[in-house]
């Protein structure tokens, strides 16, 4: 769901430990991660707490990998030893709103590894900043901040051109830099696809999803995207093209929008929220990102 269970394959068929074996690797810090995006369009709302596996002088592995030797921590199972970084289970999440006080201390799900609360018992508020604290035994303390964005004085506009689709934005009301998040998603498969009825795929699971991020410098007004149709190579006949079915944006704070971009590059690659190197983020005292997406753009293919 959050598409941080990464694997990285190994490049040869060499033995990974005898790779390093030898080098002076860092030691380091077991940390908590964070990977808290939320969406106050969503009834509920999902926050990920982990912690990061140090780097081990006598039992490296490559991430994604199996890890050997004891447990160090009452917080773990059988189950983390194939988690680059495992749930944190009993860990104080505490999401405050700047200004007024309202807090709401965030329960954990076992069934998900998440912990989750609902608009009903904590509404995220435009304009409004919120604070997220985390605590663990054993683990430094975790803190980071986002607010939700206005989404104002941004117009946008989609247009179909075969099996392509040409996305128009526009900003007016000031030159600061705005950030954008935009996901088109395609059909997983037009002969199997979804239930007879359902039109988009933003609601449901989808077939394909690609994402795109779309920075506005200072005095920039308008921006087009094009979306080409995803083409299954592996497919019965692969000249087939399925067009994006819908096309769904936030907007998102700068520090969120870097955090977001560079996990999506370092996820072809590598886990990225693993220590000593992580992703760039906004959580002080560990590894990931929180922030806000405001959702600013809807379409939905109605043929």
């Known amino acids: 769901m959050l598409g941080l269970t990464l694997a990285l394959g190994l490049a040869s068929?060499?033995?990974p430990v005898s790779v390093v074996e030898?080098?002076?690797l860092p030691k380091g810090e077991r940390l908590l991660a964070v990977y808290g995006v939320l969406r106050p369009d969503l009834d509920t709302q999902?926050?990920?707490?982990?912690r990061t596996h140090p780097i081990d002088?006598?039992?490296?592995?490559p991430i994604g990998h199996q890890r050997r030797g004891p447990k160090s921590s009452e917080e773990e199972s059988d189950d983390?030893?194939?988690?680059?970084?495992p749930p944190q289970r009993n860990a104080e999440v505490v999401l405050e709103e700047e200004g007024t006080g309202r807090r709401i201390t965030v329960p954990y799900d076992k069934a998900t590894h998440l912990y989750r609360f609902t608009k009903q018992e904590f509404p995220l508020e435009e304009g409004r900043r919120y604070q997220l604290h985390i605590?663990?035994?054993?683990?430094p303390e975790v803190s980071a901040s986002g607010g939700v964005p206005s989404g104002q004085g941004l117009t946008h506009s989609v247009e179909k051109n075969g099996s392509y689709r040409l996305l128009r934005m526009t900003v007016t009301g000031g030159e600061q830099k705005r950030y954008f998040v935009v996901y088109t998603y395609y059909p997983s498969d037009r002969k199997k696809g979804k239930q007879k009825g359902k039109k988009g795929n933003q609601d449901d699971e989808p077939g394909r999803i690609n994402t795109k991020f779309i920075p506005f410098d200072g005095g920039e007004r308008t921006k087009e995207e094009n979306f080409a149709p995803y083409k299954n190579p592996f497919g019965d006949n692969e000249q087939e093209a399925l067009p994006a079915d819908s096309i769904v944006g936030y907007e998102v704070e700068e520090r969120l929008y870097f955090f977001m971009e560079s996990v999506e590059q370092s996820a072809q690659w590598s886990n990225p929220l693993a220590a000593p190197k992580s992703a760039q983020g906004n959580v002080i005292g560990g590894r990931g990102g929180f922030g806000i997406m405001r959702r600013v753009i809807s379409w939905r293919n109605d043929e």
Do not use: R
């Open 13 to 15: 068929c060499e033995d």
């Open 135 to 139: 605590k663990a035994k054993n683990l």
């Open 22 to 24: 030898g080098l002076d």
């Open 80 to 85: 983390d030893d194939k988690n680059s970084y």
């Open 57 to 61: 002088y006598d039992e490296y592995l």
């Open 46 to 50: 999902a926050i990920y707490v982990g």
